[in-house]
């Protein structure tokens, strides 16, 4: 059974600073890996998707990477701003139509 | 493109009664849409998996008597808690799949408050 680990549950950091959220899965057969952000009370808004054949994936100041092999997955966010300040969750799914396995999500908060 | 929308986008209601949300693709089909809940401070738990026409394929635990879905044309699920209760309450979150697509898009979700 797939288990996706996040950690830390939270973190605060100063804005400006560069930072790395972290996750794990248990099952390296995985399909692709998604990266969600998720405001308060809000729905998921996808901010990076990675295809098993895929090390990492850049959209501006965020950067994901995939390890397969060791089951790991990083999203790198540079030059942190307060509008950052969000949950973000990571995802796994084992094929084209399987459901999506989510993570329990890291609280970032961004102190100005 | 690729929008889904969720309404209600908050609901209260009395235990005891039942209460409708609604999930709705809005320039593509969903062939498929997903139901999920979601508890504070925690992850997303898959209740259910509906494919238009066909009747929704449950999660072990979630009660198909108590969480009636619906998903009768290629753009609207509905998710109905019936006889709910305060242990009801959390966030509901839909999402929906295109024919032949990998990606799901999420709708906003429904803060259900049971009192």
């Known amino acids: 059974k797939q288990e996706v680990t996040q950690i830390p549950a939270a973190l605060s950091v100063p804005e400006g600073e560069n930072l790395v959220l972290n996750c794990s899965f248990t099952?390296?057969?995985?399909?692709?890996l998604q990266w969600f952000r998720q405001d308060p009370g809000k729905g998921l808004t996808s901010l990076l998707l990675?295809?098993?054949?895929?090390r990492e994936q850049t959209s501006g100041r965020l950067n994901a990477s995939l390890d397969k092999s060791s089951g790991r997955s990083t999203l790198y966010i540079a030059a942190s701003q307060p509008g950052d300040s969000a949950t973000y969750l990571c995802?796994?799914?084992?094929?084209?139509?399987?459901?999506?396995?989510f993570g329990s999500g890291t609280r970032l908060s961004i102190r100005p | 493109g690729a929008v889904v929308s969720q309404h209600p986008s908050r609901v209260i209601c009395k235990s005891g009664t039942s209460v409708k949300i609604e999930c709705r693709s809005l320039d593509f089909q969903a062939t498929t849409m997903f139901w999920y809940r979601q508890f504070p401070k925690q992850s997303l738990m898959l209740m259910a998996t509906?494919?238009?026409?066909?009747?929704?394929?449950?999660e072990q635990g979630v009660e198909k008597d108590k969480f009636l879905i619906n998903h009768a044309s290629l753009t609207l699920s509905t998710l109905t808690v019936t006889s709910a209760h305060p242990e009801d309450s959390s966030f509901y979150i839909c999402?929906?799949?295109?024919?032949?697509?990998?990606?799901?898009?999420f709708g906003p979700g429904t803060r259900l408050t049971v009192t």
């Open positions: 995802a796994v799914k084992r094929g084209s139509a399987s459901k999506i396995i």
């Open positions: 999402s929906a799949r295109g024919q032949g697509r990998d990606e799901q898009y």
């Open positions: 099952d390296s057969a995985i399909y692709n």
């Open positions: 990675i295809q098993s054949s895929q």
């Open positions: 509906s494919n238009e026409g066909s009747k929704a394929t449950y």
